[in-house]
């Protein structure tokens, strides 16, 4: 069974930027997609984009075009998603969620990730 | 993008009542239709994929149903352990997108 480990919380600036690990094990890494889904204090699920690892191939959502990078790094069974310009709308926990159909079968643990000044 | 239009927001119930929560999508997404329960400070747990498939150790009081636009999620007999927000969510299209949730509380 597959496990997901997210990295810890972060603090961050308005302007920054911000880098959230999330560690597979348990499975084979390439032979899913894992996804980045956000939510906002006390609000609901918002899907930011996914990467395919055996392929390389990332995509995104359009609300989070440039501002968002999701990479993988399958000699670690690790992928990252980093989003640039923060705001203090971007105040959320961020999870990973491996798709080994058509759902989010698996999930991280979550990474709460604030911005401040 | 595919909206995704969920409802009730919340709802109170007793313990045994039967519970269900519907979703609508705003074009046909076959049964590419999946429920998540979320706890507080918790993750989504997937319980449904595929529009009625129960997830391996999902409890039986679980279900959903439908296609095309209009689903279904039923916990037959509410029990206090199920207290928590439940969402649907579509695959059929990029991007994924998710109901508003419903919050599911114990009269």
């Known amino acids: 069974q597959v496990q997901l480990v997210q990295s810890g919380a972060e603090v961050k600036k308005p302007g920054s930027s911000v880098k959230v690990s999330c560690k597979a094990s348990g499975g084979t890494f390439s032979s899913y997609t894992i996804s980045w889904v956000r939510q906002a204090p006390g609000q609901g699920l918002e899907w930011m984009g996914r990467?395919?690892?055996?392929?390389?191939?990332?995509n995104y959502a359009q609300k989070f075009q440039g501002r968002v990078t999701i990479t993988a790094d399958k000699s670690t069974s690790t992928a990252y998603m980093e989003l640039s310009s923060l705001r203090s709308e971007d105040t959320a926990v961020y999870y990973c969620?491996?798709?080994?159909?058509?759902?989010?079968?698996?999930w991280g643990q979550g990474t709460m990730v604030t911005v401040s000044s | 993008d595919i909206q995704m239009t969920q409802s009730p927001s919340s709802l109170s119930a007793s313990v045994g009542d039967r519970v269900t929560i519907t979703c609508q999508a705003s074009q046909d997404i076959s049964n590419y239709l999946n429920w998540y329960q979320q706890k507080p400070g918790k993750a989504p747990k997937l319980l449904i994929y595929?529009?009625?498939n129960l997830e391996t150790g999902v409890p039986s009081r679980f279900s959903g149903s439908g296609s095309g636009t209009d689903f279904t999620f039923t916990i037959s007999s509410l029990q206090p352990e199920d207290i928590a927000t439940y969402y649907c969510q579509q695959y059929d299209n990029l991007p994924p997108s998710f109901g508003g949730g419903t919050k599911v509380e114990i009269k």
């Open positions: 595929d529009a009625s």
């Open positions: 990467i395919i690892p055996i392929l390389g191939i990332a």
């Open positions: 969620a491996v798709s080994q159909t058509h759902a989010f079968d698996i």
